[in-house]
Nanobody, 122 residues
């Protein structure tokens, strides 16, 4: 079992930055690929970014490329999503997830956090 807890969400203005954190506990964190997903009201959950277990590869959905950065600190059992130049369309509940291989789909991940709200005002 892996337990995930997100933090760092909040209300910001367009153009601002936020850093989301996801603290992991339980099984060896460094064995897992990690991902961030988001779900806006009335929409399906969508992939945002992922990072491989080694940290050597990262992947992003097109809408956040160049603005968001995913990273991990295995010594702290924590991974992050740095979000810059935020837009109102980034407003959503953000979820972190852990899985053996990672990927672009929710089904690629076994463990999920409870979510943290990010609201970007125009």
């Amino acid at each position: 079992q892996v337990q995930l807890v997100e933090s760092g969400g909040g209300l910001v203005q367009a153009g601002d930055s936020l850093r989301l954190s996801c603290a992991a506990s339980g099984r060896t964190f460094s064995w897992y690929a990690m991902g961030w997903f988001r779900q806006a009201p009335g929409k399906e959950r969508e992939f945002v970014a992922s990072i491989t277990w080694s940290g050597s590869n990262t992947y992003y959905t097109d809408s956040v490329k160049g603005r968001f950065t995913i990273s991990r600190d295995d010594a702290k059992n924590t991974f992050y999503l740095q979000m810059n130049a935020l837009k109102p369309e980034d407003t959503a509940v953000y979820y972190c997830a852990a899985g053996p291989r990672g990927g672009y789909y929710s089904s690629d991940y076994n463990y999920w956090g409870q979510g943290t709200q990010v609201t970007v005002s125009s």
